[in-house]
């Protein structure tokens, strides 16, 4: 690490003098008490601190009646577009508080797209289609990542002090936060741990918070 750091300050980049990553591990019990093998749909983030950070632009494809990828984590600001790669009609919308939205019904060659402007997490789901659904999850500052699949993290650039950090699973009854306080040196094993034995998919209501009908054949 320090000689990583030396030998971007001698290529004359600009490293933040105190800037550090956290790092760690997310894990997960599932139903059976086992350990969850996919982490890769996790979410970890620093809260209690705002901070700017550059918005994004990311896409959500729909395909094969599936929103891919399923998870995106994004800054304040950003635009998620969501192209409709099937040949049938899909809709786009999100009942998330302030998030909420509704890109009406379209194929190709139209692309929907919302900006998120409110920190939180936002469901998205099409109001045809009850199985498809993803989660953008938006956040008020920079450090925030996806785990990988055997659950590492690794957020770079975070300053030295006292925060939050959490883990975020769709599966968890709820987030897992542990409090840290972060040097120059930054952190290296955190461990969060989260509780998805309690899962079960339970069905959304449609745009109108009603039951989606009975045997759609679309
Ligand atoms: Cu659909």
Not at 48 to 63: E, F, L, S, Y
Not at 73 to 92: L, R, W
Not at 103 to 124: A, C, H, S, T, W
Not at 200 to 211: L, S, V, Y
């Amino acid at each position: 690490m320090r000689f990583v750091l030396s030998a971007l300050l001698a290529a004359g980049l600009a490293v933040p003098a105190s800037a550090a990553a956290v790092a760690g591990r997310v894990e997960m019990t599932d139903k059976n008490g086992k350990l969850v093998t996919d982490l890769s749909e996790a979410v970890v983030y620093v809260e209690g601190t705002r901070a700017r950070a550059t918005p994004q632009k990311v896409a959500i494809t729909m395909k094969g009646k599936e929103f891919r990828p399923h998870v995106v984590v994004v800054p304040v600001g950003s635009t998620v577009a969501f192209p409709n790669e099937d040949p049938i009609f899909h809709n786009v919308f999100s009942v998330s508080g302030d998030n909420r939205f509704d890109l009406d019904l379209y194929k190709r060659p139209k692309v929907g797209e919302r900006v998120f402007e409110q920190p939180g997490i936002v469901r998205v789901y099409c109001n045809i289609h009850p199985q498809m659904s993803a989660i953008v999850v938006i956040r008020d500052n920079p450090w925030y990542t996806k785990a990988g699949k055997d659950g590492s993290f690794s957020i770079d650039g975070v300053p030295p002090g006292k925060y939050t950090l959490t883990a975020w699973h769709e599966r968890a009854q709820k987030p897992t936060t542990i409090e840290l306080t972060v040097t120059d040196k930054g952190l290296a094993d955190a461990l969060l741990a989260l509780d998805g034995r309690g899962f079960k998919r339970q069905q959304h209501k449609n745009k109108f918070g009603k039951d989606y009908a009975v045997g759609e054949k679309y």
